[in-house]
């Protein structure tokens, strides 16, 4: 079986949507195994520079929204104190080639989403007493550009339960930063890095347009949306895009330039064209290929 094939940004800021699912697509994901695999997330995001933007965990599988730092902007103290933090071996005589080895890792996506993954299987493997894998393929990862392409991600991944029909409300479902963020958590496990957003309420009237979910006030008047030009995505995030979790790349134009030319020898001479992502949004979207369906 071919891998699946990914593009990252290595040693510098990047934005991604990772999905990752079971193996077989089998619900092993209950309300425990769900608690865990946040509790995972929590742990390796306070070891890594990997910020989140978003998550989402299902019965069979899970979203996350993440920034990766850049290994110039990392602070050799800061990296020794996380280590340390994590029962790491490590001494104040640290040589700069080990610095320099865990700043390339800790940056890494797949190196965080590795230990993600590792961790939580070993887990749930023991507390069932089983063997084998339990994750499916390798995890599918999108390069996403930061501004309105990463907002608009953030609300898709945030509404998976509506478009599940699991509930009607995004605060209605647990497991979802929607959920985390409203509970004013303390743990500081999320960010909104480069979406724009200034507040969670800002975000809420935002989830709230793009989604359009009914939300009243007293007067019986509709609340939350941002504008005229945003009701006419009428709709669009309660169907899956699959152009926000098939396709490698996603963004503006300028930004899918910006990917050929950073992963030029990855890619065929005759693919490089900005494809139109054929959503109905104030604004176009661009993706690095150009899928069957939406």
Same mark, same amino acid.
């Given at each position: 079986m071919a891998r699946t094939k990914r593009f990252k940004i290595n040693g510098d800021v990047g934005y991604y949507h990772v999905i990752s699912r079971t193996v077989g697509g089998e619900f092993l994901l209950g309300d425990v195994e769900k608690e865990k695999l946040l509790s995972v997330i929590k742990q390796f995001s306070s070891l890594y520079f990997v910020s989140v933007i978003g998550y989402c965990i299902m019965d069979n599988h899970f979203h996350l929204l993440v920034k990766t730092s850049s290994v110039e902007d990392i602070d050799n103290e $800061?990296?020794?104190? /996380?280590?340390? /933090?994590?029962n790491k071996n490590i001494s104040d005589e640290i040589t700069e080639s080990e610095i320099i080895k865990y700043k390339k890792?800790?940056?890494?996506?797949? $190196?965080y989403v590795k230990s993600i993954k590792m961790t939580f299987s070993r887990w749930y493997n023991k507390r069932?007493? /089983?063997?084998?894998?339990?994750?499916g393929d390798r995890f599918k990862s999108v390069l996403v550009e930061s501004g309105e392409s990463l907002l608009n991600m953030l609300a898709y991944i945030d509404?998976?339960?509506? /478009?599940?029909?699991i509930c009607n409300k995004p605060e209605e479902y647990r497991w979802s930063s929607f959920s985390h963020r409203l509970a004013k958590s303390s743990d500081d496990l999320l960010s909104f890095?480069?979406?724009?957003i200034d507040s969670f309420k800002d975000y809420v009237s935002f989830v709230y347009g793009v989604g359009k979910l009914e939300k009243k006030t007293e007067k019986g008047k509709e609340k939350g949306r941002i504008s005229d030009e945003t009701d006419a995505a009428v709709n669009i995030w309660h169907h899956k895009v699959r152009y926000f979790t098939d396709t490698l790349v996603i963004g503006s134009k300028?930004?899918? $330039?910006?990917?050929y030319k950073t992963f030029d020898d990855k890619i065929s001479k005759k693919e490089r064209k900005a494809h139109k992502v054929p959503i109905d949004l104030p604004y176009q979207l661009y993706s690095i290929q150009r899928l069957n369906s939406v």
């Open positions: $800061e990296l020794k104190e /996380r280590l340390s /933090r994590h890792k800790l940056t890494d996506i797949s $190196e069932n007493n /089983r063997k084998g894998y339990f994750w509404l998976n339960p509506v /478009r599940a029909k890095e480069g979406t724009e300028g930004f899918i $330039e910006y990917a």
